[in-house]
């Protein structure tokens, strides 16, 4: 079974210094991977995904991630945060060639941002 | 073109009361699926459906816990005999059957049972 650890629980950065988010999966084949935006009592917004390609993947809000297949990571990544990130954050994989609506998640990174 | 609306967006129950949660996907979206979010916790995938069937529920609990999503109206999670711990948001989200590439979360219903 496929499973999404998150090891950063919280995550405290400054407002303009540049943030990364780990996120690490377990699956016998590269799967769907994805990243979603939570803000407090709201659903979950799509930052990006990466099927296949190139593994530098750009997204909304000047987020980027880079899949790494031989460490099995989705790092997401981005080089000045501002408030308005302030949030949590959460990785999710899905498998190949199945609905993506099915996926795995992490528990999440909470991100707080610093004036 | 509305997202995925969920309602209502809170439910306050009394344990042993049954609680119906509605999810209506975007507008041409056949694929539905039900989502558990535990206080502190990720999502869990619960259950997910096509019009009139349910394809894979392997994350349901086996009692109390059902889904439906008829042929017209929305899809409803519902859920018998409430107990503290049912206490959680349930995110639905839905998916083109053309596009299985990606799924759009409603706001979630965040149920509180007392």
């Known amino acids: 079974a496929q499973s999404v650890t998150q090891p950063d629980i919280h995550i405290t950065v400054s407002e303009g210094a540049s943030l990364e988010l780990r996120c690490n999966y377990s699956?016998?084949?590269?799967?769907?991977l994805f990243w979603y935006v939570q803000s407090p009592g709201q659903g979950l917004q799509l930052l990006l995904k990466y099927f296949s390609g190139d593994t530098l993947v750009q997204g909304i809000k000047g987020f980027e991630a880079e899949f790494k297949r031989s460490q099995s990571s989705f790092n997401l990544r981005k080089p000045s945060v501002h408030w308005s990130d302030a949030a949590e954050y959460f990785c999710a994989v899905a498998p190949l060639n199945t609905n993506a609506g099915k996926s795995t998640f992490g528990d999440g990174t909470t991100l707080t941002v610093k004036p | 073109n509305a997202g995925v609306m969920q309602n209502p967006r809170h439910l306050v129950r009394r344990r042993g009361q049954e609680a119906r949660l509605r999810c209506s996907p975007m507008?041409?979206?056949?694929?539905v699926y039900w989502y558990r979010q535990l206080p502190e916790e990720g999502l869990k995938f619960m259950v997910y459906?096509?019009?009139?069937?349910?394809?894979?529920e392997s994350g349901m609990p086996k009692e109390r816990f059902s889904a439906e999503f008829p042929k017209e109206g929305p899809s409803i999670l519902r859920i018998q005999q409430v107990v503290r711990g049912d206490s959680a948001a349930y995110f639905c989200a839905s998916s083109d059957p053309h596009m299985n590439t990606e799924a759009f979360f409603g706001q979630g219903t965040r149920l509180t049972v007392v």
């Open positions: 699956y016998g084949a590269t799967p769907y």
């Open positions: 459906l096509q019009k009139e069937n349910i394809i894979d």
């Open positions: 507008k041409g979206h056949s694929h």
